[in-house]
């Protein structure tokens, strides 16, 4: 049996979601490196003078001290890091949305969230310090389909296996690329769609082929349509024009 002290556990964790519960209290959505994903309880986090409460805010990095009990609860909450500026540009907060969907959709629960609890701290400061929050939101679906495992090799054709040099299309039901001249049955991803994936840089211009590319790759590993997704596919062929 745990003893009282063993039951408390000290975590740095990103706040992605909360929701009103009873009266007074909170539900809070939190990914941590050491603990994964989870929803803890604020209890009385809504009352006037709450003092969980400012700690507690979505897209902000806080330290919490959470009871392990039969339901984990949050009885102490400091913010490390309330990413203000990232609230205060309507774009920032839908590719902030995006990044914490996609957290809460693929983090593990457990030990092995350090990658997905990092790259999800690094696109909230990015978009924090004002970057292209397309081009943020997108970097972040990529790399995170890397870490979570799902990552494709973008540099070689999958039915004929040779290089593949200028265009491809990419067949995310299956999880590779192919040359056209093999297949044709999937999304046609230009080359410097194509060099984004790989981990290249890119700039505005590619961002509504690139966001077709990572959507397709990510809806065919999750149950259900990302609910933020229309939100950034408008963000993007909005300002396609753009370098």
Same mark, same amino acid.
């Given at each position: 049996m745990k003893?009282?002290?063993?039951?408390?556990?000290?975590?740095?964790?990103?706040?992605?979601r909360?929701?009103?519960?009873?009266?007074?209290?909170r539900?809070v959505?939190?990914?941590?490196?050491?603990?994964?994903?989870?929803v803890?309880?604020?209890?009385?986090?809504?009352?006037?003078?709450?003092?969980l409460?400012g700690?507690?805010q979505?897209?902000?990095l806080?330290?919490?001290?959470i009871?392990?009990?039969?339901?984990?609860?949050?009885?102490?909450?400091?913010?490390?890091?309330?990413w203000?500026?990232?609230?205060?540009?309507?774009?920032?907060m839908?590719?902030?949305?995006?990044?914490?969907e996609l957290?809460?959709?693929?983090a593990p629960e !457990?030990?092995?969230?350090?990658?997905?609890?990092?790259?999800?701290?690094?696109?909230?400061?990015?978009?924090?310090?004002?970057?292209?929050?397309?081009?943020?939101?997108?970097?972040? !679906?990529?790399?995170l389909?890397?870490?979570?495992g799902?990552?494709?090799?973008?540099?070689?054709?999958?039915?004929?296996?040779?290089?593949?040099?200028?265009?491809?299309?990419?067949?995310?039901?299956? !999880?590779?690329?192919t040359?056209?001249?093999?297949?044709?049955?999937g999304?046609?991803?230009?080359?410097?769609?194509?060099?984004?994936?790989?981990?290249?840089?890119?700039?505005?211009?590619?961002?509504?082929?690139?966001?077709?590319a990572?959507?397709?790759?990510?809806?065919?590993?999750?149950?259900?349509?990302?609910?933020?997704?229309?939100?950034l596919?408008?963000?993007?062929?909005?300002?396609?024009?753009?370098?």
């Amino acid at each position: 049996m745990k003893s009282d002290e063993e039951r408390y556990l000290d975590r740095e964790a990103l706040i992605l979601r909360t929701r009103d519960e009873k009266e007074a209290d909170r539900l809070v959505w939190i990914v941590t490196a050491e603990s994964g994903k989870s929803v803890v309880l604020a209890r009385g986090a809504r009352k006037p003078r709450a003092r969980l409460a400012g700690a507690l805010q979505p897209f902000a990095l806080s330290r919490l001290v959470i009871y392990t009990g039969h339901w984990p609860t949050v009885t102490a909450a400091q913010t490390i890091l309330s990413w203000r500026h990232l609230r205060e540009d309507y774009e920032r907060m839908q590719a902030a949305a995006f990044v914490a969907e996609l957290l809460l959709a693929a983090a593990p629960e !457990g030990d092995e969230a350090g990658r997905a609890f990092g790259l999800g701290k690094a696109a909230l400061s990015s978009l924090d310090a004002g970057d292209d929050p397309r081009l943020v939101a997108m970097a972040f !679906g990529r790399d995170l389909l890397v870490a979570s495992g799902w990552g494709i090799d973008f540099g070689s054709c999958g039915v004929c296996g040779r290089e593949v040099t200028g265009d491809a299309y990419l067949r995310a039901h299956i !999880g590779d690329v192919t040359h056209g001249a093999c297949s044709r049955a999937g999304l046609s991803l230009p080359r410097a769609t194509r060099g984004f994936l790989a981990g290249e840089v890119a700039d505005g211009g590619e961002a509504p082929s690139v966001f077709e590319a990572i959507l397709a790759l990510w809806q065919g590993h999750l149950e259900a349509p990302l609910r933020t997704a229309p939100g950034l596919r408008s963000a993007c062929y909005q300002r396609r024009g753009e370098a």
